[in-house]
Nanobody, 117 residues
Framework: QVQLVESGGGLVQPGESLRLTCAAS????????MSWYRQPPRTHRELVAS???????NYADDVKGRFTISKDIAQNTIYLQMNVLTPEDTAVYYC???????????WGKGTPVTVSA
């Protein structure tokens, strides 16, 4: 079972950038999707971005053009570059690995991002 550890969250002002990192305890190459989710205050967890084995990506509509997901297979790490942050991006951000063969999701414990003036 893979362990996922997120880092890079913090407090920033609107318009600033952050880069989140998710370090996996083992190889991420075999997972059908590696994703970032977020859970804003008082609401449900939502998908932010996914990256697939063929390096294809998928983004939520409200982060397209501002966020970029990437991965480093050799380092067993995925990243989320977040630019032009707004208060609406305030949330706890979670890393996710999905194994379709057993329909299993693995989650990190999250890293908080606060965007406030």
């Amino acid at each position: 079972q893979v362990q996922l550890v997120e880092s890079g969250g913090g407090l920033v002002q609107p318009g600033e950038s952050l880069r989140l990192t998710c370090a996996a305890s083992g190889s991420i190459a075999g997972y059908d999707a590696m994703s970032w989710y977020r859970q804003p205050p008082r609401t449900h967890r939502e998908l932010v971005a996914s990256i697939f084995p063929n390096n294809g990506t998928n983004y939520a509509d409200d982060v397209k053009g501002r966020f970029t997901i990437s991965k480093d297979i050799a380092q067993n790490t995925i990243y989320l570059q977040m630019n032009v942050l707004t208060p609406e991006d305030t949330a706890v951000y979670y890393c996710n690995a999905f194994d379709y063969s057993i329909y299993q999701n693995y989650w990190g414990k999250g890293t908080p991002v606060t965007v406030s003036a």
